[in-house]
């Protein structure tokens, strides 16, 4: 991710360090106030509109990022909680500047994806908030933290990637199911994930000369002696995998960490480095 890379060295003072809490606190705020309204304020100040927006509205282009059309109390309780704990964990992963770049971008493209779909249906019933933003957020820490458990009703354990996958099934569903508009909405209010996903691979492994190389060097090595059978020579100080656990992975050290600490080709770029 070099160009990400490029804007923190030149813009990484700038970013705010508690972006998660004040997401939290301002979504918890216009939850708030539609619950007073019954609902109603969702539609008739706060929603995105791109209508309305330029029929003398234009505040909306904010205020959508409060916007719910939730009403249920207890239910907001549980999700800010959840993805305040969500946003908290993608900062200390990736920093501060990366998290607030992922969450502009993903406003940026829910703004864009409104227009868009207005532009070809230029109907005054189009109503968006940050349902897809929310939504990015969790995928993002499900493809960091795919192991991860949360618990259904405080009971149910699940693995977040199966929550992930259930996910961008129902988003499948609706992308093929739906017409153009809803299919211009889910993936440019997703671009953010889209982007950050895809940059952050590291398409090297794959190359056949690196492929070759692997192979031979797991020919000439031989298995590692170890209790039961072979013992793993590389593990990720972040996920714990090792090579044993997928030989396409890559393995480094990070030389601006305080100690001999190894990570993944996933982490080696997106780690706090150890003091």
Known sequence: MNWLNHLENKFGKYAIRNLPLYIVILYGVGTLLNI?????????????????VLHGQPWRIFTFLIATS???????????????????SLVQVWGAFRFNMYILVGILGTIAAAFIVYAIYPSPNIFMDTYYLNLSIFLAYAAIFPEMKVYLYGLIPVKVKWMAFLDLALLAYDFFAGG?????????????????????????????????????????????PGVGGAAYRHKCHICGRTELDDPTLEFRY??????????????????????
């Open 36 to 52: 007073s309204s019954q609902g109603q304020l969702y539609y008739t100040v706060l929603s995105l509109n791109p209508y309305l």
């Open 70 to 88: 939730e009403t249920n109390l207890i239910f907001l309780i549980f999700m800010l909680l959840f993805y305040y704990s969500l946003g908290e």
């Open 180 to 224: 153009i508009g809803a299919r211009i909405s889910i993936i440019v209010s997703l671009l953010n994930f889209i982007v950050f996903f895809f940059s952050s691979r590291n398409y090297n492994r794959i190359r056949p000369s690196q492929v070759k190389r692997r192979a031979k060097f797991r020919k000439e090595a031989g298995p590692a």
């Open 254 to 275: 990070c030389s601006k960490c305080n100690g001999s600490y190894e990570y993944c080709n996933d982490h080696l770029f997106t780690h706090i480095h150890v003091k």
